[in-house]
């Protein structure tokens, strides 16, 4: 890395502020340490899970998810369901729409259910444990002047609204990707990611203005949250409560407190899916009783608990939906990620002059959505990519862009509703071409991809129709 770089201009994995407070303790560093070790030097998997010092933060749902056969993966100190073995009777349901791996490297830390999940989802409809999410609530009448000061979006909004926003470096670079609620007036409601989340906390708290007319409070061990997605989900929510679910009732990127029962909920109709859906916030105590409320009244929908595998991975990609520390990355800017929007709000942010001067070059890369199209090895097996695999051309060229950076694979994993494997991979603009024949080079061999979508417009539902109806 340029040590000449701004503090803030750095990757995510170099900023000592990520680290949560557990994770600064003896015990902990002396586990992780002594595992690093044996780690630094064997053949690690990409989803290989630590072993030391688990079980330090559990979900209101643990109990709920632990008798369902929850396979935990752990993020910031919370263990998270990835795919749930109660779900394996999914697989005779789906059948040959599943995607199994034979290879047994392809095939660690997975499962053919996650898919099986998945399409359980886009059929009818799923709930999801979401409690790592980081929430910050920012306060006081200096409070829309912070959120201005770091956001790239307009923050300058109705009460009732989100907004999802990246936050960029100085030099244009992505800091951060996150959602924002406006609760009131004085009060914004800041989601983001468990494992960047301490580091977004600390970017907010040294962007606050001088004259202390605003303040952060984190509540993330206060308030529990629970997604609930897929064309039955507003069925199983209108059952829930009296208060106007409908589309014309309560749009997209809009919030509200609705009332279920004894429950007070705070209710977000956003998606990392792309379906219909809302996320459901609650404080801690009362989550296990929300998880029971919108189990019982989701199994006449055919309602199914579905893990971070299809949240993180089949979900957001057949949406083409980026992921900070994958996509999102500070060496990257929001024109070549294809998250410009079409106007620059007037209000200064951070970034905003690099980005300014961005928009105005042509970009030296531009993401893009690719797919496999065989992915038979040499051996006669099937293989699957993991990511992070290079891009080439078919006879094993690598591609480089105008910044002497090489293409790669950001994120890989299965599309079960469009029956292909799924790529994202910055490309230098006379490789982003829909049709664009290419090659992913995985263990040695190379396999034929081909380019599906340049930009943001999604494989699934590309009209957004799923989502906003």
Not at 241 to 260: L, M, P, Q, Y
Not at 350 to 366: I, M
Not at 372 to 394: A, C, F, K, M, W
Not at 428 to 435: L, S, T
């Amino acid at each position: 890395m340029d040590g000449s770089r701004r503090a803030g201009d750095r990757p995510a994995h170099l900023d000592v502020a990520r680290f949560h407070e557990h994770q600064k303790t003896r015990a902990h560093v002396n586990a992780r340490t002594a595992e690093g070790f044996n780690k630094t030097y064997g053949i690690v998997h990409p989803s290989e899970q630590w072993e030391s010092n688990r079980n330090v933060r559990l979900p209101p749902f643990f109990e709920r998810e632990s008798e369902l056969g929850a396979v935990f993966f752990e993020v910031a100190g919370w263990e998270r369901p990835h795919w749930y073995e109660s779900n394996a009777p999914l697989l005779d349901e789906f059948g040959e729409r599943v995607a199994r791996r034979e290879a047994e490297w392809d095939s660690r830390w997975w499962s053919p259910i996650i898919n099986a999940e998945h399409l359980a989802m886009r059929e009818r409809v799923a709930m999801f444990d979401l409690s790592a999410f980081c929430i910050f609530d920012v306060l006081g009448p200096g409070a829309l002047a912070a959120l201005q000061r770091v956001s790239m979006r307009q923050m300058d909004v109705p009460l009732g609204r989100v907004v999802y926003t990246p936050w960029l470096s100085p030099g244009g670079g992505f800091k951060a990707d996150l959602t924002v609620m406006r609760l009131g007036e004085e009060q914004f409601r800041v989601v983001t990611g468990g494992a960047h989340g301490m580091g977004d906390r600390k970017w907010l708290l040294d962007h606050l203005p001088e004259d202390g007319s605003a303040r952060v409070a984190d509540l993330t061990s206060s308030w529990t949250t629970l997604g609930l997605w897929g064309p039955r989900s507003r069925d199983v929510l209108s059952s829930l409560t009296g208060d106007d679910v409908s589309n014309e009732g309560f749009r997209f990127a809009t919030c509200r407190t609705i009332e279920a029962g004894p429950l007070c909920i705070l209710a977000s109709r956003i998606s990392y899916v792309g379906d219909l859906g809302w996320e459901l916030y609650v404080p801690v105590e009362q989550g296990a009783r929300l998880w029971d409320v919108v189990s019982e009244a989701g199994e006449p929908h055919g309602l199914v608990p579905a893990g971070i595998g299809v949240y993180g991975t089949t979900g957001r990609l057949e949406k083409c939906y980026r992921a900070f520390g994958a996509e999102l990355e500070s060496e990257y800017t929001a024109i070549e990620a294809g998250m410009s929007g079409a106007k620059v709000k007037d209000e200064d942010f951070v970034g905003r002059k690099a980005h300014l001067r961005q928009r105005d070059e042509e970009p030296a890369a531009v993401l893009c959505t690719l797919t496999v199209d065989d992915h038979t090895s040499s051996s006669g097996q099937n293989r699957y990519t993991l990511g992070r695999e290079p891009i080439v051309t078919r006879d094993g060229e690598p591609l480089t862009d105008a910044k002497g950076r090489r293409s790669y694979v950001t994120s890989a994993g299965a599309g079960p509703s469009v029956g292909k494997h799924i790529l994202l991979a910055y490309l230098p603009p006379e490789g982003a071409k829909v049709g664009e024949e290419l090659a992913v080079e995985y263990l040695a061999e190379r396999y034929p991809v081909t380019v599906a979508v340049v930009g943001p417009t999604p494989l699934f539902d590309p009209e957004n129709e799923r989502v906003r109806s």
